[in-house]
């Protein structure tokens, strides 16, 4: 429980007057020393008491221990779910699954918005940008996108893929991030906006491992 103001001083004053004379006052000196009432220094010490931040031998008792201050339990870390909603892929485009593949618990001091979803990346061409095979790319959800985010976007109403976003005179560019894949260009229609990608959550090594054997059988 908090002290008080006037709590914390007369323990201050307690405390200090241990550690210089060895010995608690009375209580008609500590309130000649705190400039006030006997009677409030009575309370105080009471409340003390009360609060478990001393023990006396009796109520009168000049004999007072202190007691150890009990520290707050650290406050559970703020975090908020978001699904992961099938996967994606970041070679080429494969077809959307919408159905849930679990869910993920997110920091909300880093992610500042209330919808996101998460999408488990499928492919290398973004490697540049930090997005591995395996990994988990974190989005909120949008259907428009600024020149070089990097966004989930669905192609031709079927196909999802993750890409940096250009639009040009002549339409849409997705560009990869890798030199092993060509710039993807697409008219206006064909390309829709799913999300921003705003975080990305590093597959475990052995995720990664156990996916690159599969891929390769």
Sequence with gaps: MELTHKQQRLLDYLKNRRA????????????????????????????LEKKQVIRRAGRYSRAIEFMPVKQPA????????????????????????????????????????????????????????????????????????????????????????????FRTDKGIELRPENDAYQIIHYHLNEVLVQGAVVGVIRAPRLYRNRHERTRHQ
Aim: charged letters at 20%; one cysteine or more; aromatic letters at 4%.
């Design 20 to 47: 210089q004379d060895g010995s608690i006052p009375s209580l008609r000196r500590a309130a000649a020393d705190l400039g006030v009432s006997h009677t409030a220094v009575a309370q105080l010490m009471a409340q």
């Design 74 to 165: 650290p406050s559970p870390q703020h975090g908020r779910r978001a699904p992961i909603v099938g996967h994606i892929t970041a070679g080429l485009p494969m077809y959307a699954q919408q159905q849930w593949d679990g869910s993920v618990v997110l920091d909300e001091t880093l992610f500042g918005t209330t919808q996101l979803f998460c999408l488990r990346v499928q492919g290398d061409s973004m490697r540049g940008a930090g997005i591995l095979d395996g990994d988990l790319v974190v989005c909120e959800p949008r259907q428009y996108a600024e020149n070089g985010e990097i966004v989930a976007a669905l192609v031709n109403q079927e196909e999802a893929t993750v890409k940096r976003f």
